[in-house]
């Protein structure tokens, strides 16, 4: 699979990442320039969305094919400027990938109702109020939501508090979007990884880790899985839009524990206890 092959399908096609200063939001944002798309991206720290820019203008054709934006998107003010912004710079949008959010780790005891909500506020209020303020014009490009949710999104697993709670919300808003609007010309597609690999520290830190058992502070809280380069992840998810397929899982064979836990929920529960490390 190689970007060239991508370049006349997404040449100057419009795309918003958010969570695109760093990590697998800015892989994929510096994937979509690579193929020549104009791609915006939304960051919390400003500095941090900067120097993301700067890194895709040096590999965009044109400094024109690359806007950053410093915003809060579970601030509806602030959306509703994202949209205005990317608006008046790139016309109506063909992608827009809702990459922005958070992990946490903690029994789930130890695990508040205000955290819940916190975390539900980004990863899932967040992505809906940004996907309904651009879901129009979406809608009248045939364009592309990518959804990145997680293996979490399918099976939950101990130690991760509110996460995959939040994680199965994402999964669930992305079938209704399919079911609705796919026969109008939408393409959403549910992006479910194991623990994406990283080059640095994360941007936040992971909240409740102390109180964990440390296999559970591993990535993927200790599940056993290999990494994922965000590289190609990103590549999977150009490719897989142009498809239009609904839903990538890394590693595929995930798959088969996913449906365990959907026909033998004692067996899956099993087969994630035995596949957690340490355990």
């Given at each position: 699979?190689?970007?060239?092959?991508?370049?006349?399908?997404?040449?100057?096609?419009?795309?918003?990442?958010?969570?695109?200063?760093?990590?697998?939001?800015?892989?994929?944002?510096?994937?979509?320039?690579?193929?020549?798309?104009?791609?915006?991206?939304?960051?919390?720290?400003?500095?941090?969305?900067?120097?993301?820019?700067?890194?895709?203008?040096?590999?965009a054709?044109?400094?024109?094919?690359?806007?950053?934006?410093?915003?809060?998107?579970?601030?509806?003010?602030?959306?509703?400027?994202?949209?205005?912004?990317?608006?008046?710079?790139?016309?109506?949008?063909?992608?827009?990938?809702?990459n922005a959010?958070?992990?946490?780790r903690?029994?789930?005891?130890?695990?508040?109702?205000?955290?819940?909500?916190?975390?539900?506020e980004?990863?899932?209020?967040?992505?809906?109020?940004?996907?309904r303020?651009?879901?129009?014009?979406?809608?009248?490009?045939?364009?592309?939501?990518?959804?990145?949710?997680?293996?979490?999104?399918?099976a939950?697993?101990?130690?991760?508090?509110?996460?995959p709670?939040?994680?199965?919300?994402?999964?669930?808003?992305?079938?209704?979007?399919?079911?609705e609007?796919?026969?109008?010309?939408?393409?959403?597609?549910?992006?479910?990884?194991?623990?994406?690999a990283?080059?640095?520290?994360?941007?936040?830190?992971?909240?409740?880790?102390?109180?964990?058992?440390?296999?559970?502070k591993?990535?993927?809280?200790?599940?056993?899985?290999?990494?994922?380069?965000?590289?190609?992840?990103a590549l999977?998810?150009?490719?897989?839009?142009?498809?239009?397929?609904?839903?990538?899982?890394?590693?595929?064979?995930?798959?088969?524990?996913?449906?365990?836990?959907?026909?033998?929920?004692?067996?899956?529960?099993?087969?994630?206890?035995?596949?957690?490390?340490?355990?």
């Open positions: 699979m190689t970007r060239e092959r991508f370049s006349s399908f997404w040449q100057d096609k419009a795309v918003l990442v958010t969570g695109g200063s760093s990590g697998l939001g800015l892989a994929i944002a510096q994937s979509f320039v690579d193929v020549h798309a104009r791609v915006a991206i939304v960051g919390l720290e400003p500095e941090g969305v900067e120097a993301a820019v700067q890194t895709l203008r040096g590999r054709k044109s400094q024109e094919a690359v806007l950053g934006i410093t915003a809060d998107i579970t601030s509806d003010h602030d959306v509703a400027q994202i949209a205005e912004i990317v608006g008046s710079q790139f016309g109506e949008l063909d992608v827009l990938v809702n959010g958070r992990s946490m903690g029994g789930l005891l130890d695990t508040t109702p205000e955290q819940f909500r916190r975390l539900m980004l990863n899932l209020i967040a992505l809906v109020r940004v996907t303020t651009l879901l129009p014009q979406l809608i009248r490009r045939r364009g592309h939501i990518v959804n990145i949710g997680s293996l979490a999104a399918k939950a697993a101990r130690f991760v508090g509110a996460y709670a939040t994680k199965h919300a994402v999964a669930a808003y992305s079938q209704q979007l399919r079911l609007f796919g026969e109008q010309g939408l393409h959403v597609l549910l992006v479910c990884p194991g623990p994406v990283r080059s640095g520290e994360r941007l936040y830190g992971l909240e409740g880790a102390e109180r964990v058992p440390d296999s559970a591993k990535p993927g809280a200790g599940v056993r899985v290999r990494a994922v380069h965000p590289e190609t992840l999977r998810i150009l490719e897989a839009c142009r498809r239009r397929q609904p839903e990538i899982v890394i590693p595929g064979k995930a798959r088969l524990l996913f449906a365990l836990c959907q026909l033998f929920p004692s067996l899956g529960d099993r087969l994630i206890r035995w596949s957690t490390r340490g355990d």
